[in-house]
């Protein structure tokens, strides 16, 4: 589950090739949608830091990551065809990972597709291997390209990624059982784009796609001597556009516009181990609820440098300035509740600006704005959270989160370094959290008394205030000869106001170095580089009430402790057909755990990858 600026789960946006992978039934906290990608399919991850909300809408309060996937760009020959086959071996895990794929054109028409098998065991963490942490996973995806001429293009691209018994680990105990089987994601989508344009407009971007995202939990309740089958599915349609125009030397614009319906059917069927009795239960959703996203966005970049210039002033100064407006629908009827049909609108807007200082280095800074609109996890959810001991029940009166985001830095960007620094100040405000206060419980037997077994019913409120402060910085030095130096550095902190108490799963300072050698005369490659984690003991009394961070519970809990990992890794290719990658991971075999994580990260872990083109 990836963290921006302390934010994950649907505080942060995840695309891929600009299509939303977030739905309305993403919850808050960690969650595993980011791995129904196949990393064998991405030619580039762009990661925006902090609120992005003007150009894609809600979610993006801690960030947003965009997946690019690969596609054909060579057409040079008629006819050209790269087949590649690709394997994969760890130790940690007993990884076992097959991957073959093409890359092809036929005079203007372009391909790549492929298919990828991936086995893993228990996880090996030090000298232990830990329980149902491994699964099975197959994936395909095709893209089709056509190129009509230089400046338009059409594709359709299809994906699919199947995960089969993914253990949720921490649910395995006295004799429990959870699996996410299957876990599902599906996608097509159909893109154009025209290069070009006349009167000023550049390239139009268009985008079709159909998104189906199907999750199954398989519960066994020990205690209780029941299975549980939960199924949710996601359908969602998406359109969005966007154009580039030039009205005058040193302006540009963009608009954009996007639109997603979301269809969501889900459904509950509990079966008694004993007498093998079935009843069907409502599902974590109403069974045909519809959420449906609108929003539309104006980006102006203003170069002043280049506005001047017919005037001969020289002003190293470019603005960003932007705006934007969403609406959020939903139309649901939880059962006891009634009919939900509520739309939530909001506006946003950025500004930022950057002034070079030399040729090579640049001051910036900017205000922007970010909101999550409340999704159906938030307003129409009816579920049991038997770990929290709640029932999470409807709220459709909810406003949408927001944050401010102050920030400052420098960039670097000279012959042989290359260099950022960032300080940001982010203000939340509506923040929306579970609370119990005043819900009641679900008195099974009616005797108005709250009976053990029986849960309390939670809600979702804007009764969240919270300010999250840090420090990010990253450097590049080329230091000749093939040899370069990276590091990376981040610092975060919350404070939760209304509470009075550390922001929850804020993760403690994170710092990464290493040297970096290839030659320059022979095909190899090598890396040795140190992970440095800090120990994260500001902890929130949700902090101290999950296993995750504190096992034990309560007051006593020290939070994780810091850890370091030293780590080598290369590459050699003896022939263009063969690409031989060796990766010798925490070199000390120490045991540690990433901040809130359900399980602890890998022991000694050695990856070997053999990758063959024909």
């Given at each position: 589950?990836?963290?921006?600026?302390?934010?994950?789960?649907?505080?942060?946006?995840?695309?891929?090739?600009?299509?939303?992978?977030?739905?309305?039934?993403?919850?808050?906290?960690?969650?595993?949608?980011?791995?129904?990608?196949?990393?064998?399919?991405?030619?580039?991850?762009?990661?925006?830091?902090?609120?992005?909300?003007?150009l894609h809408g809600s979610d993006a309060l801690g960030g947003v990551i965009?997946?690019?996937?690969?596609?054909?760009?060579?057409?040079?020959?008629?006819?050209?065809?790269?087949?590649?086959?690709?394997?994969?071996?760890?130790?940690?895990?007993?990884?076992?990972?097959?991957?073959?794929?093409?890359?092809?054109?036929?005079?203007?028409?372009?391909?790549?597709?492929?298919?990828?098998?991936?086995?893993?065991?228990?996880?090996?963490?030090?000298a232990e291997r830990q329980d149902h942490t491994g699964y099975d996973e197959?994936?395909?995806?095709?893209?089709?390209?056509?190129?009509?001429?230089?400046?338009?293009?059409?594709?359709?691209?299809?994906?699919?990624?199947?995960?089969?018994?993914?253990?949720?680990?921490?649910?395995?105990?006295n004799g429990d059982e959870f699996f996410f089987d299957p876990q599902r994601?599906?996608?097509?989508?159909?893109?154009?784009?025209?290069?070009?344009?006349?009167?000023?407009?550049?390239?139009?971007?268009?985008?079709?796609?159909?998104?189906?995202?199907?999750?199954?939990?398989?519960?066994?309740?020990?205690?209780?001597?029941?299975?549980?089958?939960?199924?949710?599915?996601?359908?969602?349609?998406?359109?969005?556009?966007?154009?580039?125009?030039?009205?005058?030397?040193?302006?540009?614009?963009?608009?954009?516009?996007?639109?997603?319906?979301?269809?969501?059917?889900?459904?509950?069927?509990?079966?008694?181990?004993?007498?093998?009795?079935?009843?069907?239960?409502?599902?974590?959703?109403?069974?045909?609820?519809?959420?449906?996203?609108?929003?539309?966005?104006?980006?102006?970049?203003?170069?002043?440098?280049?506005?001047?210039?017919?005037?001969?002033?020289?002003?190293?100064?470019?603005?960003?300035?932007?705006?934007?407006?969403?609406?959020?629908?939903?139309?649901?009827?939880?059962?006891?509740?009634?009919?939900?049909?509520?739309?939530?609108?909001?506006?946003?807007?950025?500004?930022?600006?950057?002034?070079?200082?030399?040729?090579?280095?640049?001051?910036?800074?900017?205000?922007?704005?970010?909101?999550?609109?409340?999704?159906?996890?938030?307003?129409?959810?009816?579920?049991?959270?038997?770990?929290?001991?709640?029932?999470?029940?409807?709220?459709?009166?909810?406003?949408?989160?927001?944050?401010?985001?102050?920030?400052?830095?420098?960039?670097?960007?000279?012959?042989?370094?290359?260099?950022?620094?960032?300080?940001?100040?982010?203000?939340?405000?509506?923040?929306?959290?579970?609370?119990?206060?005043?819900?009641?419980?679900?008195?099974?037997?009616?005797?108005?008394?709250?009976?053990?077994?029986?849960?309390?019913?939670?809600?979702?409120?804007?009764?969240?205030?919270?300010?999250?402060?840090?420090?990010?910085?990253?450097?590049?030095?080329?230091?000749?000869?093939?040899?370069?130096?990276?590091?990376?550095?981040?610092?975060?902190?919350?404070?939760?106001?209304?509470?009075?108490?550390?922001?929850?799963?804020?993760?403690?300072?994170?710092?990464?170095?290493?040297?970096?050698?290839?030659?320059?005369?022979?095909?190899?490659?090598?890396?040795?580089?140190?992970?440095?984690?800090?120990?994260?003991?500001?902890?929130?009394?949700?902090?101290?009430?999950?296993?995750?961070?504190?096992?034990?519970?309560?007051?006593?809990?020290?939070?994780?402790?810091?850890?370091?990992?030293?780590?080598?890794?290369?590459?050699?290719?003896?022939?263009?057909?063969?690409?031989?990658?060796?990766?010798?991971?925490?070199?000390?075999?120490?045991?540690?755990?990433?901040?809130?994580?359900?399980?602890?990260?890998?022991?000694?872990?050695?990856?070997?990858?053999?990758?063959?083109?024909?």
């Amino acid at each position: 589950s990836p963290f921006l600026r302390g934010q994950t789960g649907n505080r942060v946006l995840v695309l891929v090739d600009g299509i939303r992978l977030n739905n309305s039934t993403f919850r808050f906290g960690p969650n595993q949608y980011l791995n129904t990608v196949d990393p064998f399919t991405i030619d580039r991850v762009e990661i925006v830091r902090g609120p992005a909300s003007v150009l894609h809408g809600s979610d993006a309060l801690g960030g947003v990551i965009h997946v690019i996937t690969k596609r054909r760009l060579d057409y040079a020959s008629p006819f050209d065809a790269d087949i590649r086959s690709t394997a994969r071996l760890g130790s940690a895990a007993q990884e076992k990972t097959l991957r073959a794929d093409t890359s092809a054109n036929y005079e203007q028409f372009g391909m790549v597709a492929g298919m990828t098998f991936r086995d893993f065991a228990d996880l090996r963490s030090g000298a232990e291997r830990q329980d149902h942490t491994g699964y099975d996973e197959l994936a395909g995806d095709v893209r089709l390209q056509y190129r009509i001429d230089d400046d338009h293009r059409i594709a359709f691209a299809f994906q699919r990624v199947d995960q089969d018994r993914v253990p949720r680990t921490g649910a395995f105990e006295n004799g429990d059982e959870f699996f996410f089987d299957p876990q599902r994601r599906t996608l097509y989508a159909l893109e154009h784009e025209l290069e070009d344009l006349p009167w000023g407009f550049g390239t139009l971007r268009t985008t079709l796609s159909f998104q189906d995202q199907l999750e199954v939990r398989r519960r066994l309740e020990a205690a209780e001597m029941r299975t549980r089958r939960e199924e949710d599915r996601v359908e969602t349609i998406g359109f969005t556009s966007d154009i580039d125009h030039v009205p005058m030397q040193g302006l540009l614009l963009t608009a954009g516009v996007e639109v997603y319906h979301d269809d969501v059917s889900s459904e509950r069927v509990d079966r008694t181990t004993d007498t093998l009795v079935e009843s069907e239960e409502r599902g974590a959703f109403p069974d045909g609820t519809e959420y449906d996203t609108l929003g539309a966005y104006l980006e102006s970049r203003i170069d002043i440098a280049e506005l001047l210039a017919p005037v001969a002033i020289d002003v190293p100064l470019q603005l960003l300035l932007g705006g934007r407006y969403s609406r959020y629908g939903v139309e649901s009827e939880p059962p006891g509740f009634g009919e939900v049909d509520e739309t939530f609108d909001a506006f946003t807007g950025s500004i930022g600006a950057t002034f070079a200082l030399t040729s090579g280095v640049s001051l910036v800074g900017s205000i922007a704005q970010g909101f999550r609109a409340p999704n159906l996890d938030d307003t129409v959810v009816l579920k049991e959270e038997t770990d929290l001991g709640v029932i999470d029940s409807p709220n459709p009166d909810l406003d949408p989160e927001e944050v401010v985001n102050y920030e400052a830095g420098i960039k670097i960007r000279e012959r042989r370094l290359a260099a950022e620094a960032f300080y940001f100040y982010s203000d939340y405000d509506d923040l929306i959290e579970r609370t119990t206060e005043g819900t009641g419980f679900d008195d099974a037997n009616g005797n108005g008394v709250r009976d053990p077994g029986e849960l309390s019913f939670a809600q979702r409120r804007n009764i969240g205030k919270a300010v999250i402060q840090g420090v990010e910085a990253t450097a590049d030095v080329d230091l000749g000869r093939g040899f370069s130096l990276a590091g990376q550095f981040s610092w975060i902190r919350g404070e939760n106001e209304s509470d009075d108490e550390p922001v929850r799963r804020i993760p403690p300072i994170l710092g990464r170095g290493g040297v970096l050698y290839e030659s320059p005369e022979l095909p190899y490659w090598i890396e040795f580089f140190a992970r440095v984690a800090g120990r994260q003991d500001r902890l929130s009394s949700g902090d101290r009430s999950d296993p995750r961070i504190c096992p034990d519970g309560g007051d006593g809990c020290d939070g994780t402790p810091g850890w370091y990992t030293l780590n080598l890794r290369g590459g050699w290719q003896p022939h263009e057909a063969i690409e031989l990658q060796l990766a010798l991971e925490n070199l000390a075999a120490e045991r540690y755990r990433i901040h809130g994580s359900g399980i602890d990260a890998p022991g000694f872990n050695a990856v070997g990858t053999l990758t063959m083109r024909f």
